[in-house]
């Protein structure tokens, strides 16, 4: 009995912080790409407005939670810059959690 008790707890305890069958890191994460891990979006936009868009490199994307159906987005990235070296970028944008989508006026790209 104290073995079935047991696992009872464990079971319950294993799902704490999982809402209807969904890990919230996973609702976090969904606007990322399963495959580099950057918000394709950003990506796109950031490459575009590079010197030489072939150089660019994603490095890793990190987002915060949602809060009021938004969500920070911050990229870092390597990419050629007017000297010919590969240096360190970032951006950091807003996102509606909703529908993945970047808010444009919200995007700031920086050298390192």
Do not use: W
């Amino acid at each position: 009995m104290k073995k079935l008790v047991i696992l009872a707890a464990a079971l319950a305890l294993s799902s704490c912080g999982e809402a209807s069958g969904t890990n919230p890191r996973d609702a976090q994460t969904k606007c990322l790409s399963g495959m580099s891990g950057a918000h394709l979006e950003m990506r796109r936009v950031v490459r575009s407005r590079m010197r030489e868009p072939s150089s660019f490199e994603h490095i890793e994307t990190r987002v915060t939670a949602p809060v009021s159906n938004r969500q920070t987005v911050f990229m870092t990235f390597r990419a050629r810059n007017g000297f010919g070296g590969m240096t360190l970028g970032a951006a950091r944008a807003d996102i509606n959690h909703a529908t993945c989508a970047m808010y444009l006026d919200t995007l700031v790209v920086a050298d390192h």
